[in-house]
């Protein structure tokens, strides 16, 4: 049995990593080697390489924004009725209206609490854009901006920039907050967990740390009961990067993939070869009708020359009814 926990920071620097949940779980289990000891740390490995999980780990999603649901796409033949449901009439600028609505509509990637609820618990996409397109209203909050930041590396002998040694590193700019959901296995202890979470804090989170990017503080760390239970679900969808293992899903009803090469922590003894091999996942937001397994998602092994190294793809996931 699992408990749902809420993990809510504010940025206090730019940061450079994307809050992804392979990486929350890798600065956990570094966490775990510093605070615990090696001992600890293979206990826990060896709990996700048996799918006992001791934590699974969500993405970070920036000012309560949450991955939109898509259920179906809206097609063509459902425009005419759309646009008379929301307007009453054929009027053709009407339906220029419609489709303009649609298009605007077809960019959002995230919505709020509220209609993410709404979709699990039944609600069709087609209702979602009727309601987009009465209201017409996003609530933003907060600001988020990513910049392009020069760099340069220095010569510590000459004390100037090498030949080459200019680059760009992609930098965000947050006002606001970033909340990752943690499901907690109930003999767990809540107060180790809570000192590897204080561990990040500390510490930082992604690359550059040691330049100050990456810092964080606590807003609030609590049980969190908001996902309400659905009836008669019958799929998920993910809230975190999602390697599945057969037997996972019965279907993928709407996906998206991205590959990743992961890296090492600079601080674990390996080899000079710092880089895991390529993976794909499932990105949050993917929704699938739900298999046999208890626990969704996979490990991988042999993802690095050290046999030591393992790849987390379970998910947080949450009940939709399709």
């Known amino acids: 049995m699992y408990k749902t926990y809420l993990w809510k920071v504010k940025p206090t620097s730019s940061y450079i990593t994307p809050w992804q949940s392979d990486t929350i779980y890798g600065h956990l289990l570094w966490a775990v080697l510093f605070l615990y000891g090696e001992e600890e740390l293979n206990e826990v490995i060896e709990s ?28 063509r033949e459902d425009v005419k009725k759309i646009s008379q449901d929301i307007y009453g009439d054929k009027n053709p600028n009407e339906l220029i209206k419609t ?15 509220n209609e993410f609820e709404k979709l699990r618990n039944g609600s069709t996409n087609e209702e979602l854009l009727k309601s987009f397109l009465k209201e017409k209203k996003v609530e933003k909050k907060g600001v988020f901006s990513e910049i392009p930041i020069m760099h340069n ?18 930098e965000k700019f947050l006002d606001g907050e970033i909340s990752i959901f943690i499901k907690v296995r109930e003999d767990f202890s809540l107060e180790k967990l809570d000192s590897l979470l204080q561990y990040i804090e500390l510490n930082g989170f992604g690359k550059k740390v040691s330049s ?16 309400e239970n659905v009836e008669n679900a019958n799929g998920f969808v993910v809230l ?40 794909v996942c499932y990105i949050p937001g993917s ?12 490990i991988l092994k042999n993802i690095h020359i050290d046999s030591r190294i393992i790849q987390v793809g379970i998910p947080f996931i949450v009940e939709v009814k399709i």
């Open 99 to 113: 489709i303009r609505g649609i298009k605007e509509s077809n960019k959002r990637k995230t919505t709020g609490f």
């Open 212 to 227: 100050g990017k990456g810092q964080i503080e606590r807003v609030e760390f609590r049980e969190f009961n908001e996902f």
């Open 48 to 75: 996700f390489k048996s799918y006992k999980p001791p934590f699974i780990c969500s993405n970070g999603f920036v000012n309560d924004e949450f991955p939109l649901i898509k259920k179906k796409l809206i097609l």
């Open 287 to 298: 929704l699938f009708k739900r298999g046999d397994n208890k626990i969704i998602g996979n």
């Open 153 to 170: 590396v220095v010569n510590r002998l000459s004390g100037v920039t090498e030949e080459n040694g200019i680059y760009t590193l992609n």
């Open 240 to 279: 975190s990067n999602f390697i599945p293992k057969f037997g996972d899903y019965n279907e993928v009803v709407s996906g998206n993939i991205i590959t990743k090469r992961g890296k090492t922590s600079n601080d674990i003894d390996t080899p000079e070869f710092p880089f895991k091999k390529p993976f």
